[in-house]
């Protein structure tokens, strides 16, 4: 036969997406976070990113070709992206020791214990950071004071993030510019908002995530930071100071919009974004910790199931019932 007849199973239309494809992207859009860290923390960032992303790489290598013999899949971007994010939720003074642990809990615990990519049920690079924050608060607490070009590392000075000064009541918070640049302490990938919109639109406009989870985080966030700052101005600072202090941008963005633990339908999705806003602000204001970004995205991850069984989109062809 000249035609033959190929019969084969859906999806029968590709998108052209694909695993490596959206990985790489993700990556790519996390290029301005990674700069602007190289910038404000020199060579404490680009050690901590370069362990951190081959210690991903490596312990994921190892466990699928020696535990779990299976086919070598560290090529399709999944563990560099976890690495890079770990390093990101990261002080840029770090001992590399302990990067390398926070790495191997990632991979191994976070992802691979549960059947590797599409399987793990909470955000791998988020279980590694909280694991590191529970075992060395003080190491992750110790917040490099960002200076252009720093090429100081293990010695750098450190000093109170905006979110410590808010819990602890003292000194002045630095101005909004400083927010947007990131001339501001923390986490090597949440200083500068700028970077972080900037990999937000590019994010968009590849439409490599949609902008329901991160519009539902910040604006539950707002809103509910808004509220408290209009009772008490002087107890509860401006949503504006919530939304570009912390690690907010950096989890609304990059860490929520995971594709394996968040929610598949939009409804779905903001349920779950709302859920985040509303426990990083109980934490944030009432909590004992000044940052609850990590602890949200990882609660509403184990609830992700269960809002993908209650909020399902309508069956295609559905007729709805009348009743008669």
């Known amino acids: 036969m000249n035609n033959p007849l190929i019969i084969s199973p859906s999806p029968h239309i590709h998108s052209g997406d694909s695993i490596p494809k959206n990985m790489y992207g993700v990556l790519i859009a996390l290029v301005p976070a ?16 370069a362990v951190s ?42 001992p590399v020791w302990m990067t390398v642990l926070g790495a191997f809990v990632a991979i191994g615990i976070g992802k691979m214990t ?36 720093n090429t100081a590392y293990l010695d750098a000075e450190t000093g109170a993030t905006p979110l410590a000064m808010l819990k602890d009541h003292f000194g002045n918070l630095p101005d909004m510019t400083d927010f947007l640049i990131g001339r501001i302490g923390g986490s090597m990938g949440e200083v500068s908002a ?43 600072a401006s949503p504006v100071i919530h939304l570009l202090s912390g690690g907010l941008l950096l989890g609304a963005v990059f860490m929520a919009t995971d ?5 598949m339908t939009k409804g779905g999705m903001w349920v779950y974004g709302v859920g985040i806003g509303i426990i990083t602000v109980v934490i944030r204001v009432f909590g004992a910790y000044p940052e ?16 993908n069984t209650f909020i399902k989109p309508k069956r295609f062809g559905k007729v709805k019932k009348t009743g008669k």
């Open 259 to 263: 594709y394996v633990t968040s929610p």
């Open 194 to 236: 700028a970077a972080l919109l900037i990999g937000l639109a590019f994010l968009l406009i590849r439409k490599i995530i949609t902008w329901h989870i991160p519009a539902s985080i910040l604006a539950t966030v707002f809103v509910f930071t808004g509220i408290l700052h209009l009772t008490d101005s002087a107890a509860y």
């Open 114 to 149: 549960f059947g590797g990519l599409g399987n793990n049920p909470f955000n791998p690079a988020l279980v590694g950071r909280v694991v590191l924050l529970l075992s060395f608060p003080v190491q992750m607490t110790s917040w490099p004071v960002p200076k252009a070009w």
């Open 292 to 307: 609850g970004v990590s602890f949200a995205i990882l609660i509403m991850n184990a609830f992700t199931p269960l809002i």
């Open 53 to 94: 992303v081959i210690s991903c790489v490596l312990c994921e290598f190892l466990i699928q070709k020696y535990l779990l013999r299976k086919e070598i899949s560290v090529w399709d971007g999944s563990a560099m992206l976890t690495g890079v994010l770990l390093a990101m939720n990261l002080p840029s003074n770090f």
């Open 34 to 49: 990674f700069l602007a860290s190289l910038y404000f923390f020199g060579v404490g960032a680009l050690i901590i990113t």
